[in-house]
């Protein structure tokens, strides 16, 4: 991904003005590394979220208090929503687009950064058509339906010299960072094996009323706006947390869809599958995910112990040990660090780190094939 340069950024950020303002200007959101007890004043990112449905509420609400970081705009379809975000948090008419006039955001100075919550297949216009319009974006997981797709999307963003992010909240999340450690530090010997499941019956049980995805007018069951059933929504974590404990990519899969209660709902999308991976250093994975029963539940078997999180990949509070004893850390605002330690890295003009960007979005995908080619021809496959 290509480097921002300093005029770029400044441009970006509406700061067309002269030098000298410049040079009294960046320094003051040259963000410091570690946080002080001085509050940050300095300017912040503006974000517009864009599809607001139940995660963009999710989104929006622990964004309220971020440091480097402001909801500035939205982009909805449903007027009536327009109408009551705009009440809700402040947002001014002139950041607010629905789907048709959203180009016209590269006008708008005042939005850096557009954050991609819409329908699974959707979210490859989005992303292109931010990148187009000069803005920095973050989508949602998973990055998109296919590998072409990414690629567009990868592409799209380096041609127009803005960065790409993926929602990857548990990149953020210190339990998470701490199976990372366990596994890649081999705190217990190198991991030889990983069990990771992810399901819910009903999908987000804090809405209100809660989201039915066994509901057959849901985007998550048909095919075209998801890309898949619940391999694409939840096993992606598994599979996120198979590659971060490891630091590996897996280079075979194999799997088997389950068995369908319904086939009327899962007439489009498996109701259940179970993949194994095989990774470079001999380490396996058998995991599992499902939108027809509930289970959360990651562990990982290496040389002189083990670590386990259950739950452990939904929104929290998580529970897990280790040989060592319990793991356990203070709940934290998973979507605000994540985009406030996005932003400050923007605000610094530094580039993203690679495990929450495109290209990590695209390996996502690139499994996610491998393992739905694996169900339909009940063979192994191989990836490079
Ligand atoms: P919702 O169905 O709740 O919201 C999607 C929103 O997209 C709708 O409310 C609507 O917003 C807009 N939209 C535009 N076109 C369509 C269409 N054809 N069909 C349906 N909606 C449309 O979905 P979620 O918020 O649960 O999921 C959105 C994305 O976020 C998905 O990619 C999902 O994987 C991801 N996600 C990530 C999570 C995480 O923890 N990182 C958790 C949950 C979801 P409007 O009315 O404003 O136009």
């Given at each position: 991904m290509k480097n921002i340069s300093r005029r770029s950024f400044v441009n970006k950020f509406g700061m067309g003005v002269g030098a000298s303002v410049i040079m009294t200007t960046l320094p003051s959101f040259m963000v410091e590394t570690e946080k002080t007890a001085i509050p940050y004043t300095g300017k912040k990112i503006n974000i517009a979220l864009c599809g607001l449905g139940i995660y963009a509420k999710r989104v929006a609400e622990s964004m309220q208090g971020s440091e480097y970081c402001n909801l500035a705009g939205i982009v909805t379809g449903t007027p009536a929503k327009a109408i009551q975000w705009k009440e809700q948090y402040n947002?001014?008419?002139?950041?607010i687009y629905n789907y048709q006039n959203f180009?016209?955001?590269?006008?708008?100075?005042?939005?850096?950064m557009v954050y991609v919550i819409l329908p699974n297949s959707l979210h490859k216009e989005f992303v292109v058509r931010s990148a187009k319009a000069g803005k920095h974006v973050i989508t949602e997981k998973p990055m998109a339906i296919t590998v072409k797709d990414c690629e567009e999307m990868i592409k799209a963003c380096n041609d127009n010299s803005v960065q790409l992010a993926v929602g990857?909240?548990?990149?953020?999340?210190p339990t998470h960072l701490e199976i990372k450690r366990l596994g890649q530090e081999k705190?217990?010997?190198?991991?030889?094996y990983i069990e990771s499941s992810l399901g819910y019956?009903?999908?987000?049980?804090?809405a209100k009323p809660p989201v039915d995805?066994?509901?057959?007018?849901?985007?998550?069951?048909?095919k075209k706006l998801s890309g898949g059933g619940p391999l694409m929504d939840l096993g992606i974590y598994c599979i996120q947390a198979c590659r971060y404990i490891l630091g590996e990519e897996p280079i075979s899969v194999t799997a088997q869809f389950g068995t369908v209660n319904d086939k009327k709902r899962f007439s489009e999308t498996e109701e259940s599958i179970s993949w194994q991976m095989v990774f470079p250093s001999g380490a396996m994975a058998n995991c599992n995910s499902s939108v027809g029963y509930n289970i959360d539940r990651t562990y990982a078997a290496a040389d002189a112990g083990s670590f386990e999180l259950s739950p452990g990949l939904s929104y929290g509070p998580y529970e897990g040990k280790s040989t060592n004893g319990p793991i356990k850390f203070a709940p934290i605002k998973q979507q605000q660090k994540q985009l406030d330690e996005i932003s400050k890295l923007l605000l610094e003009n530094k580039k993203l780190p690679v495990h929450i960007t495109g290209e990590e979005g695209l390996k996502d995908i690139k499994v996610i094939n491998a393992i739905y080619k694996a169900a339909e021809t009940g063979k192994k496959v191989l990836l490079s």
């Amino acid at each position: 991904m290509k480097n921002i340069s300093r005029r770029s950024f400044v441009n970006k950020f509406g700061m067309g003005v002269g030098a000298s303002v410049i040079m009294t200007t960046l320094p003051s959101f040259m963000v410091e590394t570690e946080k002080t007890a001085i509050p940050y004043t300095g300017k912040k990112i503006n974000i517009a979220l864009c599809g607001l449905g139940i995660y963009a509420k999710r989104v929006a609400e622990s964004m309220q208090g971020s440091e480097y970081c402001n909801l500035a705009g939205i982009v909805t379809g449903t007027p009536a929503k327009a109408i009551q975000w705009k009440e809700q948090y402040n947002i001014p008419e002139k950041n607010i687009y629905n789907y048709q006039n959203f180009d016209e955001i590269v006008k708008n100075k005042d939005i850096d950064m557009v954050y991609v919550i819409l329908p699974n297949s959707l979210h490859k216009e989005f992303v292109v058509r931010s990148a187009k319009a000069g803005k920095h974006v973050i989508t949602e997981k998973p990055m998109a339906i296919t590998v072409k797709d990414c690629e567009e999307m990868i592409k799209a963003c380096n041609d127009n010299s803005v960065q790409l992010a993926v929602g990857y909240r548990l990149h953020y999340e210190p339990t998470h960072l701490e199976i990372k450690r366990l596994g890649q530090e081999k705190v217990f010997g190198q991991v030889r094996y990983i069990e990771s499941s992810l399901g819910y019956k009903t999908y987000d049980t804090i809405a209100k009323p809660p989201v039915d995805v066994n509901n057959p007018a849901h985007w998550r069951l048909n095919k075209k706006l998801s890309g898949g059933g619940p391999l694409m929504d939840l096993g992606i974590y598994c599979i996120q947390a198979c590659r971060y404990i490891l630091g590996e990519e897996p280079i075979s899969v194999t799997a088997q869809f389950g068995t369908v209660n319904d086939k009327k709902r899962f007439s489009e999308t498996e109701e259940s599958i179970s993949w194994q991976m095989v990774f470079p250093s001999g380490a396996m994975a058998n995991c599992n995910s499902s939108v027809g029963y509930n289970i959360d539940r990651t562990y990982a078997a290496a040389d002189a112990g083990s670590f386990e999180l259950s739950p452990g990949l939904s929104y929290g509070p998580y529970e897990g040990k280790s040989t060592n004893g319990p793991i356990k850390f203070a709940p934290i605002k998973q979507q605000q660090k994540q985009l406030d330690e996005i932003s400050k890295l923007l605000l610094e003009n530094k580039k993203l780190p690679v495990h929450i960007t495109g290209e990590e979005g695209l390996k996502d995908i690139k499994v996610i094939n491998a393992i739905y080619k694996a169900a339909e021809t009940g063979k192994k496959v191989l990836l490079s």
